[in-house]
């Protein structure tokens, strides 16, 4: 039998993996309109090849997307992680150990709480509003 415990822990994760999934997905959109190019000379800066820049098509458009409908979750949660993981590193790697001037917030606030709330994701699971295989439980 459910308890009301588990009901709202389910809840819980689905809340966190659509909050996480949903407005990283924002992010992706924008690079699906505007493009990735930017990023050529950012990976040529630290000697990586050019073509990772898609990858963070992956990481921000088709994990989301994984996490909102709750199927590979654990493996989608672990992509944006690494996702953000290499955009503190080789975009905001300056703001580690900034204060933002206009509100104190730490400089790379919203990277960590992506990064953050992904692995809380891929610890926890998907929860049971997700979609399954027969047969998954």
Known sequence: MVT??????????????WTVGGLLLFHGVFKLQHGVEWMEPVLAGVGLPA??????????VLAPVLLL????????????????????LLVQRGKIL????????WGIELEMLFLL?????FFLGPGRYAVRRRGSG
């Open 4 to 17: 009301l415990s588990h009901r709202n822990e389910d809840l819980g994760k689905l809340v966190l993996r």
């Open 51 to 60: 073509f990772l820049r898609y990858g963070s098509y992956v990481g921000e």
């Open 69 to 88: 409908v709750g199927w590979q979750t654990r493996l989608a949660a672990l992509v944006v992680a690494f996702d953000l993981a290499m955009a503190i």
């Open 98 to 105: 900034a204060l933002n001037a206009a509100s104190g917030a």
């Open 117 to 121: 709330g992904a692995l809380a994701i």
